[in-house]
């Protein structure tokens, strides 16, 4: 039996842009602000992999002057085509990406994707006297009949007496028009933003305007599925200066047919969180319009958590087939939850989410037991199905996944706590393990059986299925990499094993464990590279290339089993079966921080998760 839990992170960044800039030095004698340490080249790669970015086919810029794009600006230029740019400028010096410097003490960075499905842009700025400002802009427009796309900005800004600005527009366009009369369409698109910016004393602004749309059409037909789903998700952190946010996330979702037999489904998740010392503005736009199907599915979730000391506007507003719906609140704390199928219920704040960072055990029974961090009890979760649970996942709505091993079903639970039922089918012997990528696709490895990985879109339709090799059982735990495609996982044996699930392909055996006798339970991916795997007597941590880096254990736990990240991305969770204990710890020290037992007894814990 093994278990899986997922984690909202910013994963490894395809064909992106990474712009960095460390600008004015400190005076003489003065002690300057602790910055990020871009000294060489070594430690310019250290970083990159730091933010979980793989430093190959970079090129690194030093200088006053550096411009990577397709016009050099001239003579005393640093100048490179590359896409893949580390940029430092020094002394006062100017950064620029494809653009010309603009005029004033100004460090300027310019990210812009018009091209492909999947993009990224990271900008990254450290200055003591000198203003920073980032602008990112990633659009995409398809047209056809299956479609996917991705986009992901994450923007770092910190400076002494400098301001921060940054500025994230990204738009996504997807159409599907068919005559058919059968019609099988499925739009799908995602995109996620981060910023962090940190000035003593500079004044710091963010603006951020997200844009999805999606449409589809079968005027002929008469059967047949539609699928539309759009995420639309981010967060943001400013600390130090005078702060301002303004954040505005727009989804429209159309579907038409001639029905009367076609399904129609559509998912429409909102979701950000804000932390700041100053004001912030969110508004959260939403349309949903079907016909051809008298009872479509639609998931329209809105959620916003914000703390901003001067104050959070956030306005939620929903028109599904007509009926609209408008959620306002403000103040210096929050939390807001609207849910739409079709007519909207506002919740209240207390009911919008599971408390962020309470473990979730599973503890057979069909029960999964929720815990504070420090060990007390909050309640027990019960799918009503007995037997042994164990692998347990969230997705972007905060809603909690739990393999039933021996009920052969997946469960699933609204925050905080509310049975949903089941979701999926065909589970053809024992699930175990539960994943996402960034889609909102469902994973689901299975210990026995045909060992078949599952894949199920958002609204539990089967998706897919895979058949990875297999060692000593079966695809027990899964984990997908940032890039939704390697999966990898573990089959008790001493093996860390990988799949390619976008191409359907077998990859080479990624680690062995160092245990000759071990057996490899639950595994997860770290979002600064390198991978935790329960080893049976031991945890194991190994790096970017499968070597071990370090192991972790505690005193009297020979029968480790269970991982799950914290959301402080600074520890983990395991659980040993045979004792039942729940234990914390540091993932650079090895230092155990928290521990507890739910008290359900030997061979009973078998799965964990850590709430978001």
Known sequence: MRVRHLLGTAGAVAASAMLVASAGAGAAGTPERSTIDLSTNAAVKTYLRSLGVS??????????????????????????????????????GLTLFATKPPPGNVAFMKCNRTTGSDQSCVVVQSSTDVSNSAQITETISQSGQTLNAKQRSQVTQTSTTGSNTAQVAMTISQSATTTAATVAQNLQSSQDFSISQNSTTGSQSIQVDQ???????????????????????????????????????????????????VQQTAIDPFRCCANTPGSVSLDQIGSVQTSGDSNPDIQAIYQAMCQAAGGCSVTESSNINGNTTTNSQHGTSVTTGQVCNPTCTTTPPSSTAFTSGDVLVSVSNGQVEEFHPNGTFVQTLDTGLGGFTTGLGFDTSGRLYVAGFDSQAVSRFA?????????????????????????????????????????????????????????NRGTDWIDLAPDDCTLYYTSEGVL???????????????????????????????????????????????????????????????????????????????????????????????AVQASFNPGTGSNTVFGLGVAP
């Open 55 to 92: 430093p190959r086919g970079f090129v690194i810029q030093r200088g006053r002057r550096n411009y990577a794009g397709p016009s050099c600006p001239g003579r005393g230029w640093n100048c490179t085509r590359a896409r893949r740019v580390v940029q430092i400028a020094t002394g006062g």
């Open 211 to 261: 844009r999805s749309s999606q449409s589809e059409s079968a005027s002929s037909a008469t059967d047949g599925t539609q699928y539309a789903a759009g995420y639309l998700t981010g967060h943001f952190t400013q600390s130090g200066g005078a702060s301002i946010a303004k954040v505005k996330q727009t989804h429209n979702i159309s579907e038409s047919a001639l029905g009367p037999n």
């Open 415 to 471: 925050p905080p706590g509310s049975l949903l039922g089941t979701f999926g089918s065909g589970y053809d012997a024992d699930p175990e393990s539960i994943d996402f990528d960034s889609f909102g696709n469902v994973y689901v490895g299975q210990a026995d059986g045909t060992h078949r990985v599952l894949k199920f879109d958002a609204a539990g339709n089967p998706a897919g299925s895979f058949s990875p090799a297999v060692e």
């Open 496 to 590: 860390v094993k990988r799949f390619n699930v976008c191409t359907n392909t077998q990859l080479a055996d990624f680690a062995t464990l160092p245990s000759a006798n071990g057996e490899g339970f639950a595994l997860r991916l770290l979002p600064a590279g390198g991978t935790l795997v329960a080893d049976s007597a031991q945890i194991v941590r190994l790096d970017s290339a499968g070597n071990v880096a370090q192991t972790y254990d505690a005193e009297g736990e020979n029968d480790w089993f269970a991982l799950a990240l914290d959301p402080n991305g600074t520890s983990f969770w395991a659980a040993d079966n045979v004792t039942g204990d729940v234990i914390e710890f540091a993932i650079s020290t090895g």
